[in-house]
């Protein structure tokens, strides 16, 4: 018989000491064995240390030192491959999350944008004669129609028409004199 089963039927007697025989016999096998599936060492070892584990816990019954063998690499395999799959799922999961953030996080910047453009606006508007900025708000805040609007301020179509474009030939002056551009508004 081989050192290895040797080692491992007396610890199945109760001698806990000839444990550490079976590591020193097939740490460094498995270690690198593991490693080759997960290429990072601290995570291999991890995986090993738990086939170890495994193995004294479960106690198998194994009757030569192959067999004792291919369960501790048996162990190591598996573990390796679902140590790969969670990781691969993780990533997933991580760049679609990475993903969601960056589009919310767009989502809010364009609504922070939106935001101040309006706060512009609004004071860009309080600077206007009072017909314009009625006439403005009626018709591109409340999208109403230039008959509609007439109808409210009390003058003809024509007129209202006249008013809207004047008060927008004066409100794009005091955006473009406070330095705003008037495509983003």
């Not at 409210?152 to 008013?163: F, G, T, V």
Request: glycine share 2%; proline share 1%; hydrophobic share 35%.
């Amino acid at each position: 018989m081989e050192q290895g089963i040797e080692s491992y039927l007396r610890f199945l007697k109760g001698d806990p000491s000839e444990f550490k025989v079976i590591i020193t016999l097939y740490w460094d096998s498995l270690l690198l064995f593991t490693n080759s599936y997960v290429h990072n060492l601290s995570d291999a070892e991890d995986i090993a240390q738990e086939a170890m584990i495994q193995l004294s816990i479960k106690r198998p019954r194994l009757a030569h030192e192959n067999q004792l063998k291919a369960y501790l690499f048996k162990i190591c395999r598996n573990r390796a491959i679902n140590y790969l799959k969670k990781q691969k799922r993780n990533l997933s999961m991580t760049q679609e999350l990475t993903e969601n953030i960056k589009d919310e996080m767009q989502e809010v910047v364009t609504r922070m944008e939106l935001q101040e453009s309006r706060i512009q606006l609004h004071y860009a508007m309080q600077k206007l004669k009072t017909e314009y900025r009625e006439i403005l708000y009626l018709r591109y805040f409340e999208q109403l129609s230039m008959y509609e609007c007439a109808r409210i301020m009390k003058c003809s179509e024509k007129k209202a028409a006249s008013i809207s474009y004047q008060a927008r030939q004066q409100l794009r002056k005091i955006l473009e004199k406070e330095g705003f551009c008037i495509e983003d508004l």
